[in-house]
């Protein structure tokens, strides 16, 4: 009976020891699951990993030292579809990345697919359709079900003979450079991005907020922040970001806000007592308002935008290709405005494409 589960440190390092793996740079296919939707503290809940014939899973709950995971990954060719989450759990539990990582959506796209999901490719070079009724699972519960190991073992099991596929198609098509650029780029941008910053708190649509209506946003994120703890839920499950939103401006206009009728008595009664803190607090603790650069839109900048985008749309549309895999709008607008470096801003196959007019 082929493995399926490794559930213990002793098998996880027998296993990545003695089944083959042991090459300079294997060659393997990742996924992971999290519990996102259904606790407070995201945790990595799961790992799909596939290599030669072999197709299993690895449990993190179960295993308290990853470690031989992580060492055996630092030497691997990983493959994952959609990296980016999974290169973010990865990071979080080792502190560092595989070198090489591979990306089945990125070489899809560039291959001018439209629809690239996971189960969108399998049923396009494999005939085969995935069933979809664990994408929500909480992943955090054991044991598994024998469906939801069938589920998981599925977000793997076609990875590495796609990879050849894909492969394949983008040296025919002369664009497998493309593909190793867009992949390292990829992996560049988890590895540099920040996370745990201090002003988690500025969500999207308080940009404009003087600094009192931020002092209560900061208060009605710390609170919601600390509800969700208490419950050990998601926090969108205490209150949504259009909440948070809502109610800071009704705070700070010091009107009555009305609470979701299920809140329990105690969750009411901290809340209760924010007005007050937020008062008490001193005016020059109240957060400082964010000042944006405006950009200066002439006709000028304007007709270089226009232009930039029409080079873009036009070597897209001969590609077969989405425009934004080339440069993205916000991107050209960077560089029309004089702010962004285009050998900065774009990848080598990018600028080769664009060849980038004069005066731009």
């Not at 060659?27 to 606790?39: P, Q």
Request: with cysteine; proline share 5%; charged share 25%.
């Amino acid at each position: 009976m082929p493995l399926t589960l490794i559930d213990t440190p002793e098998a996880l390092v027998s296993y990545l020891t003695t089944s083959g793996l042991g090459d300079a740079k294997p060659i393997c296919a990742i996924d992971t699951e999290a519990d996102s939707l259904h606790r407070h503290r995201e945790s990595l809940c799961l790992v799909q990993f596939a290599a030669g014939e072999d197709c299993l899973l690895i449990d993190p709950l179960a295993i308290n030292d990853l470690s031989a995971l992580g060492t055996f990954l630092e030497r691997a060719v990983v493959w994952m579809h959609g990296a980016d989450y999974d290169m973010t759990m990865l990071k979080r539990e080792f502190g560092s990345l595989p070198a090489t990582v591979y990306d089945t959506q990125i070489g899809a796209r560039l291959l001018g697919v439209r629809r690239f999901g996971l189960g969108d490719l399998v049923l396009h070079y494999f005939g085969i359709e995935l069933a979809k009724a664990y994408q929500k699972a909480d992943w955090g519960k054991r044991p598994l079900t024998p469906k939801m190991v069938d589920y998981a073992l599925n977000d793997v099991r076609y990875l590495l003979p796609m990879a050849d596929k894909i492969v394949a198609d983008l040296r025919a098509k002369g664009r497998y450079e493309w593909f190793e650029q867009s992949c390292q780029a990829a992996r560049k941008k988890v590895l540099e991005r920040e996370e745990g910053r201090e002003d988690v708190w500025r969500i999207q649509g308080s940009g404009k907020f003087d600094p009192h209506t931020l002092a209560c946003l900061r208060a009605l994120w710390y609170w919601r922040d600390n509800e969700a703890a208490l419950w050990d839920r998601p926090s969108f499950m205490v209150a949504t970001n259009r909440d948070l939103i809502e109610w800071s401006a009704t705070m700070a206009d010091r009107h009555t806000i009305a609470l979701p009728r299920h809140y329990r008595p105690d969750r009411v009664k901290r809340f209760s007592q924010l007005p007050a803190a937020i008062a008490a607090l001193p005016e020059a603790e109240w957060p400082a308002c964010v000042k944006l650069q405006r950009r200066k839109r002439d006709r000028d900048f304007e007709r270089k935008v226009e232009q930039l985008l029409g080079v873009r749309d036009q070597a897209a549309s001969a590609l077969d290709i989405e425009g934004s895999l080339i440069a993205s709008r916000a991107v050209l607008e960077g560089i029309a405005a004089g702010e962004l470096e285009p050998t900065t801003a774009l990848l080598p196959w990018q600028l080769g494409i664009l060849q980038l007019p004069q005066g731009v």
